[in-house]
């Protein structure tokens, strides 16, 4: 009797026992084991304090989340003091570039302010030489550009004529220089061995000292008269300048003295606006020091000097060059533009004046 009893007693344990864990697993609990020597877990009161003080942080078995620092900039840690380091130091590197790089942006403003001292004492050098060239400019106006011959080529003849050269056959005809004419090719009785130099009958070359010849007479006929003269030229004295007879004759009886005042470049342009005519046994001198190669008359029609002249300087006629018996050049040249140039007995020279 009392065995039936006890079986059924240990079958009713067994389902007591399956129905608590059906009841856990369904109520999302976890499979824990009773543990009779744990400490009991306190329970959360209704607004989430735990008995022990802890708060709403609790977790459902008791225990509290634990809140990790932000360790990013906190120095204290050794390798935050490191990286600090590191980054103090890289801004003191980046200081030391950007002083490097205003180092090397005023070297160059320095190296740029020297170039520019530099450009400007080129250029303080460029106006010395400016002022320089300006003088050389003032002293060859003054000079009447005498270093760049106004002949150009025509300087090498001592005769040059457009139409006809005739020289008589009265003895003591001497030429120093080339003779020429163009557009002419005529020349007559040049004595034997004369000239001393060469002569174009026309031609390449005598055509070049006519052009060349046309150039100065213009230029000189175009020159600012400085000093308008009338009457004789005998008896002046006459310091370098330009003189002119405008649209007149010139004559010369006597003496004319050219005064070149210690300046051995200076010039002196006659401008003769119709003939000019010399008496006999007339005179030019050049004194103090000056050239008689200097010495330019511009003729608007012809000049004829006279028996016995002893004349100097460059005669450019427009029309036509005569010297008379006796006549001399020394040193000068007879240039006629259109017409003819006629020598009888007479003395030139133009080998002085090259």
């Known amino acids: 009797m009392r065995r039936s009893l006890r079986l059924p007693r240990f079958a009713v344990g067994l389902t007591l026992v399956s129905y608590a864990a059906f009841l856990t697993a369904a109520c999302g609990g976890t499979d824990v084991v009773d ?43 050794p390798d935050a003091a490191d990286a600090a380091v590191r980054d103090a ?14 180092a090397t942006s005023d070297s160059a403003s320095d190296a740029d302010a020297t170039s520019d001292s530099a450009s400007d004492a080129d250029a303080t050098s460029d106006s010395a030489s400016d002022a320089d060239s300006a003088s050389d400019a003032a002293s060859d106006a003054d000079a009447g550009d005498a270093a760049a011959p106004i002949l150009s080529s025509a300087t090498k003849f001592a005769i040059l004529a457009g139409s006809t050269i005739t020289i008589s056959a009265t003895p003591g005809t001497t030429i120093v220089g080339d003779v020429g004419v163009s557009p002419g090719t005529s020349i007559m009785t040049l004595p034997p061995g004369q000239p001393v130099g060469t002569v174009y009958a026309g031609g390449p070359v005598a055509a070049q000292g006519q052009a060349d010849l046309t150039t100065a007479y213009n230029t000189l006929a175009g020159m600012a008269c400085g000093t308008t003269l009338s009457g004789d030229l005998g008896g002046r004295t006459l310091a370098p300048g330009v003189y002119c007879y405008p649209g007149t004759s010139a004559g010369l009886t006597g003496a004319l003295v050219l005064d070149a005042q210690l300046n051995p470049n200076a010039v002196w342009v006659i401008q003769v606006g119709s003939t000019l005519t010399t008496a006999t046994s007339s005179t030019v001198t050049v004194i103090n020091g000056g050239s008689a190669c200097n010495v330019y008359w511009q003729v608007g029609s012809s000049a004829t000097l006279g028996t016995g002249t002893v004349f100097k300087g460059n005669v450019v006629a427009l029309t ?28 030139l020279s133009a080998a002085t004046c090259q």
Request: aromatic share 0%.
């Open 89 to 102: 130091d890289a801004g003191a590197l980046d200081a030391d570039a950007g002083a490097d790089a205003d």
């Open 320 to 347: 036509s060059v005569t010297l008379v018996t006796g006549a001399t050049l020394l040193p000068g040249r007879a240039l006629a533009r259109n017409g003819a140039v006629t020598l009888d007995g007479n003395q």
């Open 35 to 77: 543990d009779p020597d744990a400490a009991p877990q306190p329970d959360a009161t209704a607004d989430g304090t735990l008995p022990d003080g802890r708060g709403p942080d609790a977790t459902r078995d008791g225990t509290t989340d634990v809140d990790v620092p932000d360790v990013q900039n906190d120095t204290s840690r």
